[in-house]
């Protein structure tokens, strides 16, 4: 069982800068391969970006790419996602999630099997 808290969400201005943080529970993280999320009200979770269990590999949603940088830090087990340049249209609920060990990053929610509760980010012009 892995459990995901997210936290560094709040209020910023257009073109100012956050840094999400997520830690998990339990002695697995290292081999999970992560993953955050984001849902606008009334609009569907979409994909913001992934990292594999060796940080090897990343993964970016072309809305957010060249702005946000996911990184994670095994020992820590924490994943964090930079975000910089935001845009009110980057304004959501962002959920962190985690995938089953030594899987290849996906940017389907449904290969996520643990999901953190979110954190709001709103961002204004």
């Known amino acids: 069982q892995v459990q995901l808290v997210e936290s560094g969400g709040g209020l910023v201005q257009a073109g100012g800068s956050l840094r999400l943080s997520c830690a998990a529970s339990?002695?697995?993280?290292?081999?999970?391969?992560m993953g955050w999320f984001r849902q606008a009200p009334g609009k569907e979770r979409e994909f913001v970006a992934a990292i594999s269990w060796t940080s090897s590999t990343t993964s970016y949603a072309d809305s957010v790419k060249g702005r946000f940088t996911i990184s994670r830090d095994n020992a820590k087990n924490t994943v964090y996602l930079q975000m910089n340049s935001l845009k009110p249209e980057d304004t959501a609920v962002y959920y962190c999630?985690?995938?089953?060990?030594?899987?290849?990053?996906?940017?389907?929610?449904?290969?996520?099997?643990?999901w953190g509760q979110g954190t709001q980010v709103t961002v204004s012009s």
């Open positions: 339990g002695r697995t993280f290292s081999r999970l391969p």
């Open positions: 999630a985690a995938q089953n060990p030594f899987t290849v990053i996906s940017r389907m929610p449904s290969f996520y099997n643990y």
